[in-house]
């Protein structure tokens, strides 16, 4: 006798269509959040958490649940089977580029706000472009890098035990 909670039968179009218009909203809540954070910065208001952990945490939250469920080890199989470069290298690609176009962001900004003479300018954009490639590239690596090996390495044991309990029943 089954007397308690009883699965509904689900239909599995419905199912993908639910989760499509869920990966719609998430891209929705993404883009609003990313347009208040350049709003507010643009505004100079420092308030800007509650966009910041949105961001961050959808993020980090996906991570640990596709690593956690061995679904990442899969994703990243699926990208590097489709895609030229595979995603270890794409990852280290991006963390250079954005380090380097932050440190010249910072580098630009700062050399024209802060320096009186062209020489001064050119030798404070030097000084601070090598100083901030120095401090984010690394920092970048750590943020992109770290994580993506950590998921896959989860992710890759979560498969070895599943595949192991499979080997077991049989």
Not at 6 to 31: A, G, P, S
Not at 39 to 55: A, G, Q, S
Not at 66 to 87: A, C, N, P, Q, T
Not at 115 to 126: K, M, Q, T
């Amino acid at each position: 006798m089954n007397i308690g909670f009883r699965r509904k039968q689900q239909d599995e179009r419905v199912t993908n269509l639910q989760n499509k218009v869920y990966r719609e909203l998430y891209m929705f809540v993404t883009i609003v959040a990313v347009l208040s954070l350049i709003i507010k910065t643009i505004n100079d208001d420092r308030n800007i958490w509650t966009e910041l952990i949105i961001l961050i945490g959808g993020g980090v939250y996906y991570l640990i649940r596709v690593s956690s469920l061995g679904i990442f080890s899969d994703e990243v199989e699926m990208h590097d089977r489709s895609s030229k470069i595979k995603l270890n290298k794409k990852n280290f690609i991006v963390s250079l580029v954005v380090g380097i176009g932050f440190s010249l962001t910072l580098a630009i900004r700062n050399s024209q706000r802060y320096a009186d003479s062209a020489g001064e300018e050119i030798s404070f954009f030097l000084m601070i472009f090598f100083t901030c490639m120095a401090i984010y590239i690394p920092v970048m690596l750590g943020i992109i890098v770290v994580p993506y090996k950590l998921a896959k390495n989860k992710s890759d044991r979560v498969n070895d035990a599943q595949l192991d309990d499979d080997e077991d029943v049989r």
